[in-house]
């Protein structure tokens, strides 16, 4: 049976032959490059673009176009392209993950892919992590782009829709994955199609495509409307209830799956409390509700590391880069139910009224790559969700970076006494230091630490990101000292000052593992960029919450044989290391399974969005007419309402019910005439009363000055319904899908139900649109004064 370790192995050296062969035809174009003039070498944009106009392919011209960004980037840019970059681009191009380590160069990797793609001029999005780095890569990067003859755009978070669209009409538009996904959902809520800013999506290149695809896809992106009219109070009665509750007794708090149970004990309290017979009774669903999201809010997460509190606001804390969150709330009352445990201001809940999730985003691009220094972990998540492989780039250097086995300690104590006997040490002999922390607690007691024995740092974290750009830059110099969270890993290179190499290069200290390898390893990555000398260390103790929720006892017994004191440290092993990674290995796994769950239900909703769209943008964009829309809408609306009221024997119609829907909806009261409805079929019914609508909306048209203000009037109506139907459709699904997952308990598949309901409850929206349409624009009084 073959060896699927070495199968992978050979498929990966195939991959790089493959790519290596690629960019030695690319690199054989060098000297002719360089030959060239300037306009020459410019001229090379319109002359790839007639090639393509006549039928070449994209890889047909590969080789000759990443020559020419080659060459353009040495005298725009100052920087050439090494052979393992020209390899990267190749499988940017290819629509796969090029995985580079720290300081390889991505952005300059991306240039050649990125050109290439933007030729035919059906835009190309750069997406980065946040605004800065848009700007940063946008501005620099544009320099080569615009020098060959492209147009760039950077797309805003605070920009006009005017400026907006320019940004999208661009051959290379720069903007971050929360920008493209919020002025996506933007463009299907629009009333006029000249109103859109967005191009079809054609080509994405996501940096830091882990953080983007992976780490932010269990997070919707979601527009809000009107709030949603409910008390704030019943949000400050649970968290007054559940603050009284005792732990282990009244209710147990799962660490592994970060969620809370209620004992019988506490239900009992519960039901005392609120003073009810039965806590989950059908009548209580929304306060059993509200008490479960006090108990994640109050036992699963934790103030200065979850969250901060600012200003009277509870702000969000990215748990992967560290950064807060603005403007982002959690859904579905938690956010609420932190607001309570705070006793800060309880912002109402609004209505969601539009929403995807990264995931269903970027899979609406055509083709879709991306780069970063940490995915080989998630390998089958891309491969599954994304239909990409991960490249692994092989360095342009050797890594000289020193990786120490993990150092675990008993108690938290006595880890941070060791880690900072280790930056005394370093700092005495002027080595710069980078100290990674999982919490902003954990970095502001370091700091506390460090100031005690008057050793000069900087502090990075989610209340101090202002000053982070200028923060990284100097980390690598002799003598720095700088505490970050998970912000100091993205996008951001850290250069060793004068003399720093001949002490060992930067020392990387992590306090804790993080719940993701990846994270680990962009932050020991920090070191050692482009064969710098480097060396990093992780500390770890029993009392982590990564040993806490995860395997912990196994270690902890074997320190109890042992005999170890409370200060001393198990001997640097590869146990302990190999361990921890596999406890990161599960939490990995059920990050993965929930990501895959979100998507797995979000796929449901992906479909009816879909139609929803595609329906909903021929409305928008008829030019003529939308007779052909409206007038089968009134059809399908009589023979739904005829169909109900004829069953049975003829005898037993309900007729009055069809007159008192003919008086409603379809016609003036004085054109009812009821006698009309006795005697005839089904059929007759039907073409009975839709010719009475018919000659209404004759009447409608006739009231109107011309094609165009009736197209207008019509539209109006139309998009009102549908925005009204759809909005109330995403909150009836996202109240269906909280509560499916009980009949898990009743041998069902919630999956499987919440399908089956969601495709019924589309299908009677569906029902209800056509139905107010008919409505409105049947009963509508027409006036020549009307505006639209």
């Known amino acids: 049976m073959a060896n699927p370790v070495r199968q992978m192995i050979e498929s990966d050296r195939g991959t790089l032959r493959h790519l290596r062969r690629i960019a030695t035809k690319v690199d054989s174009y060098a000297s002719e490059m360089e030959a060239l003039s300037d306009s020459e070498l410019q001229a090379k944009t319109p002359y790839f673009r007639e090639l393509l106009a006549n039928g070449k392919s994209l890889d047909e011209i590969l080789p000759e176009a990443f020559a020419v960004v080659r060459e ?22 290819q629509g796969n993950i090029a995985e580079m380590k720290t300081g390889e160069g991505k952005t300059l990797t991306a240039t050649m892919a990125v050109y290439l793609n933007a030729l035919p001029q059906k835009g190309v999005h750069v997406v980065t992590v946040n605004e800065y780095l848009s700007q940063r890569d946008g501005l620099e990067m544009g320099e080569l782009y615009q020098w060959l003859g492209l147009t760039v755009g950077i797309n805003l978070s605070e920009q006009s829709a005017d ?41 994405a290149l996501v940096d830091e495509t882990d953080s983007i695809l992976i780490d932010e896809a269990r997070t919707p992106l979601i527009i809000s409307g009107a709030p949603a009219q409910e008390s704030t109070q019943l949000y400050v009665r649970a968290d007054r209830f559940v603050k009284s509750l005792i732990r282990d007794v009244d209710f147990e708090v799962d660490l592994e799956a970060k969620a809370v149970l209620l004992h019988d004990e506490g239900i009992t309290k519960a039901e005392s409390y609120f003073n009810l017979p039965n806590l989950y009774g059908s009548d209580n669903i929304a306060l059993t509700h509200h008490i479960d999201q006090a108990l994640r809010a109050n036992y699963t997460m934790e103030n200065n590391k979850d969250y901060v509190v600012r200003n009277g606001e509870v702000m969000l804390v990215d748990a992967f880069s560290g950064r807060i969150q603005d403007g982002r709330r959690f859904s579905d009352g938690l956010h609420q139910a932190l607001e309570a445990k705070e006793q800060v201001q309880i912002q109402e809940d609004n209505r969601a009224m539009a929403s995807i999730t990264y995931q269903n985003l970027f899979r609406r691009y055509k083709k879709l790559s991306g780069m970063t220094g940490t995915a080989k972990t998630e390998a089958e998540e891309f491969r599954e969700i994304y239909n990409m492989e991960i490249v692994s780039i092989p360095t342009n250097r050797p890594n000289a970076r020193v990786d120490e086995p993990d150092l675990l300690y008993p108690s938290l104590q006595a880890k941070f006494k060791a880690v900072i006997e280790l930056v005394q040490k370093l700092h005495a002999k002027g080595q710069p230091i980078l100290i990674g922390t999982v919490a902003v607690e954990t970095s502001e007691l370091l700091s506390q630490l460090l100031n005690r024995l008057n050793v000069p740092h900087n502090v990075l974290n989610a209340k101090n990101h202002v000053k982070e750009a200028e923060i990284i830059a100097n980390a690598g110099q002799r003598g720095a000292v700088t505490i970050a969270t998970n912000m100091a890993g993205r996008g951001t290179d850290i250069k060793l000052g004068p003399g720093v190499a001949e002490l060992g290069g930067l020392a990387v200290i992590g306090t804790e593992r993080h719940e993701s390898r990846r994270i680990d390893n962009q932050l020991r990555g920090r070191a050692g960029r482009q064969g710098d000398q480097g060396y990093s260390q992780f500390f770890l103790s029993l009392e982590d919450d990564l040993m806490l929720r995860f395997g912990g006892e196994k270690i902890k017994a074997m320190m109890d044989r042992l005999n170890i004191e409370d200060d001393e440290a198990v001997i640097r092993n590869r146990f302990i290391t190999s361990s921890v990674e596999s406890a990161q290995k599960r939490v990995e796994g059920n990050n993965y399974d929930a990501r895959k769950n979100v998507l797995q239900y979000d796929d449901v909703m992906s479909q009816q969005r879909e139609v929803f769209y595609r329906d909903r943008n021929i409305v928008i964009d008829e030019e003529k007419s939308l007779e052909p829309v409206l007038l089968p809408m009134v059809q399908r609306t009589i023979d739904r309402v005829i169909d109900a009221n004829t069953l049975g024997p003829s005898k037993e119609w309900n007729l009055d019910v069809l ?46 000055r011309d094609e165009e203000q009736l197209l207008q009037f019509t539209r109006v109506v139309i998009l009102r319904v549908l925005d009204e139907q759809w909005t109330d459709h995403m909150e009836a699904m996202n109240q269906l899908r909280d509560a499916i997952q009980l009949r898990g308990y009743g041998q069902l598949n919630p999956l499987i139900e919440y399908q089956n309901e969601g495709f019924a409850m589309f299908e009677e929206m569906i029902s209800s649109i056509e139905y107010e349409v008919t409505r409105l624009f049947m009963k509508a009084e027409i006036r020549q004064n009307l505006t639209v």
């Open 72 to 93: 353009g980037a040495r005298r725009i840019l100052g920087l050439y392209p090494f052979i393992v970059q020209i390899m990267g681009s190749i499988a940017l191009h």
């Open 163 to 203: 400026e907006k669209r320019a940004a999208y009409q661009a051959d290379i538009t720069y903007s971050t994955n929360s920008e493209i996904g919020f002025d996506y959902l933007r463009d299907n809520m629009v009333s006029r199609r000249e109103d859109r800013v967005q191009r079809p999506l054609n080509f």
């Open 659 to 704: 007159a008192q829907f003919m008086r409603s909806v379809l016609m003036p009261e004085d054109m009812v005439n009821e006698d009309q409805l006795a005697g005839k079929s089904k059929d007759e019914l039907k073409e009975y009363l839709y010719n009475q609508a018919l000659t209404v909306y004759a009447d409608k048209v006739g009231a109107l």
